[in-house]
């Protein structure tokens, strides 16, 4: 089964603090994205990356970086954390081409909480 | 700009009933669909995926249909049971997207009573 495992899944940071959230797959898919999820705005998506090194913003990139140097992990970075970035943060993977059918598959999620 | 619409937000009916959950989008231009499932605090579960060129996809008690001409999708879950309790999202990914990413509707929650 493809996995995606998000390091951590409930973390307090401080204002102003630089946050990392980690993300891992282990089936070798190109695409990878960062999305967050807040009640009444739904899934928003923040980053993707569809290579190595390769990186487009989404939706609402405002305030956040990423970083891909290997294909299996994927971080999104909080230069410098506000509490409107209090969210639960979603990693997701998925493989480029018609025959993978492209199903994208989820981590379980990161609670961040920024006080 | 792609939005996906889902209507109603939330949904509770008697276990034993059909479900049926509804999916709109505006650029019919999809290069596919998916339904997914999110319980409480946890990511989303893959349940159906239907690419463009087909017009349903079935697992269990679980039917996805897809009419791109009128930018409609639904879901509909046989014989509810409790356990199917949670909220469903549809997602389309555009033709033209780079990645495959995917535009989410906001979701329907689901309850179903015993």
């Known amino acids: 089964d493809v996995k995606v495992t998000q390091s951590s899944r409930y973390l307090v940071k401080r204002t102003g603090e630089k946050v990392f959230l980690e993300c891992v797959q282990d089936?070798?898919?190109?695409?990878m994205f960062w999305y967050r999820q807040d009640p009444g705005l739904g899934l928003r998506l923040i980053y993707f990356?569809?290579?190595?090194?390769?990186?487009e913003k989404g939706d609402i990139p405002e305030g956040y970086s990423v970083s891909r140097e290997k294909k299996e992990r994927f971080s999104l970075i909080l230069e410098s954390a506000s509490t409107n970035q209090t969210s639960m943060y979603l990693c997701a993977s998925s493989l480029t081409g018609r025959a993978s059918g492209n199903t994208i598959y989820f981590g379980e999620g990161s609670w961040l909480t920024v006080v | 700009k792609q939005e996906v619409t889902q209507i109603p937000a939330a949904l509770s009916v008697p276990e034993g009933e059909n479900l049926v959950l509804n999916c709109s989008f505006t650029d019919s231009a999809i290069y596919n669909l998916q339904w997914f499932r999110q319980d409480p605090g946890k990511g989303l579960t893959s349940l159906l995926l239907i690419q463009s060129s087909q017009r349903e996809q079935t697992s269990g008690r679980l039917n996805a249909s897809l009419d791109k001409s009128s930018g409609r999708s639904t879901l509909y879950i046989a014989a509810s049971q409790p356990g199917d309790s949670a909220t469903y999202l549809c997602a389309v990914s555009l033709i033209k997207a780079a990645g495959n990413k995917l535009t989410f509707g906001g979701g329907t929650r689901v309850l179903v009573k015993p």
């Open positions: 089936m070798d898919h190109e695409n």
């Open positions: 990356s569809y290579d190595v090194k390769m990186k």
